[in-house]
């Protein structure tokens, strides 16, 4: 079966309404926090996770309803032939760089001011209490789950009926940066990058596998060095 009417729905959902609705909420969740004097943070981590399975819906629905087979949709076991040593590759680097970032960032204060400077812009969204990280750390479990059944399952799939592989990996990075507009243009950048090589990581393992852990480490790391910085910061303010 070829790409049909609920196809193009679904991709119109990712391309239009997901990066339009980012948007405006972000800017609602900042004029939000701005005035509160509650941990808003948890409850827009949960409205987010909410979100993400609204997204995973709307494509699995999809591909239920019209019957397809769901190896096509990265529902498959990584394929250990070809290139899979690429994907594996590129994923223990992507992994351990972050890794290294981490433990860097646990062990050390010294870098505390790049990275609060880094975060300037997206700060109000980033885990400051330990309820918030635990809902954060959720959080990188959803994004990772629908944002690579979406991004990398269906939306490089419904590409690649009309342009090569390296096109396809580039246009649903660009996709996928869109989903991420919220966070300006720096995070939009950084998140086309991360969308390529996740996508690199897909076609060269032909399973949303390696994508899903990849994706949720990434995100779960990511939160995790920001929401020790902040406790430090708060740390070092409440001593002086």
């Known amino acids: 079966m070829g790409i049909v009417t609920p196809d193009w729905l679904v991709l119109a959902f990712l391309v239009i309404v997901v990066p339009v609705w980012g948007w405006f909420d ?16 948890s409850a827009e981590y949960m409205k987010t996770i909410a979100f993400h399975a609204v997204l995973a819906t709307s494509v699995l629905a999809t591909w239920f309803v019209l019957g397809r087979d769901w190896t ?13 040593w690429i ?17 860097g960032g646990l062990a050390s204060g010294k870098g505390d001011a790049a990275r609060l400077k880094a975060h300037a812009d ?5 885990p400051k209490t330990a309820r918030q990280h635990r809902w954060g750390m959720a959080l990188s479990v959803s994004a ?5 059944i979406a991004y990398r399952g269906f939306v490089m799939w ?6 090569p592989v390296y096109a396809v990996i580039a246009v649903q990075a ?22 390529a090589v ?16 990849l994706h949720m480490l990434v995100d779960a790391m990511s939160l995790s060095l920001a929401y020790f910085t902040f406790r430090r910061q708060a740390s070092r303010e409440a001593s002086v």
């Open 26 to 41: 972000h800017r609602s969740f900042l004029r939000r926090e701005a005035v509160a004097d509650t941990d808003i943070l």
């Open 72 to 84: 096509l949709l990265g529902f498959t076991a990584p394929n250990l032939a070809g290139h899979f």
């Open 87 to 103: 994907g594996s590759l590129i994923a223990a680097a992507l992994l351990t760089g972050m890794v290294l970032n981490l433990l």
């Open 122 to 126: 997206l700060a109000p969204f980033l």
């Open 144 to 148: 990772g789950v629908a944002e690579e």
């Open 158 to 163: 419904m590409l690649a009926f009309f342009m």
């Open 174 to 195: 660009v996709i996928f940066a869109l989903a991420h507009a919220y966070q300006g243009w720096g995070g939009a950048v950084g998140t086309a990058i991360l969308g």
């Open 198 to 213: 996740i996508g690199v990581v897909y076609w060269a393992t032909g399973s949303l596998f390696l994508p899903i852990l």
